[in-house]
């Protein structure tokens, strides 16, 4: 898919055909263009902890999501946590921050990465839907995350549901958005 169509065709998600998954080759292209997006000095700290198993789906909806979020998983072929290592993006040698954002920079480069992913999965015919509203306690303790691996995002990853076609909400003017010095 040409990357002008990639941009112009990517959507949030919310119903999957649950009758398709995804295959371990799959899902490590996915993680691999989330590992192209460039980091705080190469510091690469985002973490992606994929569940495939339709019995560990079932249980991290009904555990680690509020049910709004939970019904729009249903049918995805994976759900995917977003991480990173604290207090490295951003810090010294020394673990001091480098500057006042200290580990913004990690949340920064996660987006860049998940970026990557989504932008990944709509070139290879999949939607997305990221999601913030989750329960990190009972995600961490459920995948079993480092504590040193702040939790920020949960992507869910399939197939659109048969005659699915999301349309794209309005965008605001570019002169609303940005300043040209």
Known sequence: MEFKNVLSTRRS??????????TKEQVEELV???NL???????QTGRF????SEDM?????EECFAPYNAGNTEGAAAIIV???VAGTAGFDKDGNPDNELGNGWGIY?????TENLLLKATDMGLGTLVMGLRDADKIRELLNIPEEEKIVSVISVG?????LEPKMPPRKEISEISKIY
């Open 13 to 22: 998600i919310r119903k999957y055909d649950g009758t398709r998954m995804l």
């Open 32 to 34: 691999k263009a989330a």
């Open 37 to 43: 997006a460039p980091t705080w000095k190469n510091s």
């Open 49 to 52: 902890h994929v569940i495939l």
């Open 57 to 61: 789906k079932l249980k991290f909806r």
């Open 82 to 84: 977003a991480t990173f």
């Open 109 to 113: 480069d996660l987006g860049l990465q």
């Open 159 to 163: 197939y659109l549901a048969e005659g």
